[in-house]
């Protein structure tokens, strides 16, 4: 952990669903990460360049694949990427054969995880990303 900081990465989650952000917000937690929750797409996209002014900037962001009536993942990573072409981007989604799952380099995101995913699996796919072993 940092030494100016009580946490190990600040990580931004974006997923429609109440009860999986509730989840991932324990699991972040319990693994000494801080994490910021939204429910949407365009809100991720305030909440990420609110942080690059700040002097806390996000290390990492967790994107929901499909938003129902709002901005999913993809089109929320091609905003990030205009503000932040470094930007870390994972994305999370239960839909497993979605080419996006499949195939997630090819559409700019550095990790995935298929719903649900394990307390381990997050640690590790985290830990890839942020140590730079999943380029």
Do not use: C, Q, W
């Not at 990580?11 to 972040?28: C, N, W």
């Not at 360049?49 to 089109?75: C, H, N, Q, W, Y």
């Amino acid at each position: 952990m940092d030494k100016k900081t009580d946490y190990k990465a600040k990580i931004l989650v974006m997923d429609d669903d109440e009860i999986i952000i509730k989840a991932i917000g324990r699991i972040l937690k319990n693994l000494g990460y801080l994490g910021e929750f939204t429910s949407n797409g365009a809100e991720a996209i305030e909440l990420y360049k609110e942080a690059r002014k700040s002097d806390k900037p996000f290390d990492l962001v967790i994107l929901d694949l499909t938003v129902p009536g709002g901005m999913g993942g993809e089109k929320t990573l091609e905003k990030l990427i205009e503000i932040d072409p470094g930007v870390k981007v994972m994305v999370s989604s239960g839909y497993s054969e979605n080419p996006v799952m499949t195939d997630f380099k090819k559409y700019h995101f550095k990790g995935a995880l298929v719903k649900p995913y394990t307390l381990n699996e997050m640690e590790e796919a985290i830990t890839l990303i942020l140590e730079g072993k999943n380029e």
